[in-house]
């Protein structure tokens, strides 16, 4: 992560590498990845709760179906680690990028579903006995994006509060990414920078996601959004904005994998699944995320997220 605020010589973002890697990973599994280029709201999930999956096929014991919301995958992240996986274990597995995890889930058609800890699907999955508890992995990213300018000298901070006081104090525009989880984080910050003055610099016109960026680039202004969403969004539309702060935790968000339960849904490889998981989990693994890079942002790692877990579950080695 960018810890030098004066460093504004680094190279560019290329953003071809991004959607390169992201493409590639097709070639993962069986299964096309579905909704890489969608975010997590824009396809309906399944909410019946009583949804249960009537295939009778039996469990493929030689493969693990993984279905994961995209940001993981088009971040580069579980094409890496299943290819370790893929290599030590001797399973093939199929993955899926969706913004339906849990709808696939409950039809029956994944061993193993990762998403955000927040997914707003995450919890009545598991309430209704459809997954084993959520075992956190890692984290994402999100960035507090703004015009390369950046007329509050925001660039490089390691604290965002401290960049969202110098937005504040210098009157930079600053337009909300109106989704829950980013307005609640803006709260955060608002309070942590004194509760300044709203009037004149912060516009809230309701405007969600890629209508959000749009907006603050047309203003030459700051928005925050996840970095993959971010860099996938640039490489299309051309943002005038840059990443500017990704270095404090409160910017990153965690994932959990959740084993679908075999008793609930049929056709499941429930021990693929703890295999692909525990495997996720393990010290080599969780340190091999710390090497992973963002495509098209080469200087962002992914943060592990194994040790949050009770400590009794997770590997020895």
Known sequence: MPDDPDDDARPALDRRIFLQLA???????????????????????????????????????????IVSVPTAVEGNLLPTLIADFERDAKLRVELTATDDVYGLARAGKADLAVSHYGHKHAEAFVMEGFGEWPRTIFSNQMALVGPPADPAKIRGLLDAGEAFRRIAATKSPFVLNGIDGVRYLVEILWNAAGRPDRAGWFFDEGKRKEAALTEASE??????????????????????????????????????????????????????????QAHLLSPVTQARIREVRYPGAQSVAWVPGGRHNRTAILPKG
Request: glycine residues 10%; charged residues 15%; proline residues 7%.
């Open 23 to 65: 493409a590639g990973t097709a070639a993962l599994g069986a299964l096309p990845l579905a909704g890489c280029k969608k975010n997590e709201t824009n396809v309906a999930p399944t909410d019946a709760p009583s949804a249960i999956a009537t295939t009778s096929a039996a469990a493929n014991p030689g493969v693990v179906r």
């Open 219 to 276: 203003r030459g202004a700051y928005a925050f959004w996840g970095l993959t969403p971010f860099l996938r969004m640039d490489h299309t539309s051309h943002l005038k904005l840059e990443p500017l702060v990704l270095g404090d935790p409160l910017l990153q968000r965690m994932l959990v994998s959740i084993v679908i339960k075999g008793s609930k849904v049929s056709g499941v490889n429930v021990d693929g699944a703890n295999a692909l």
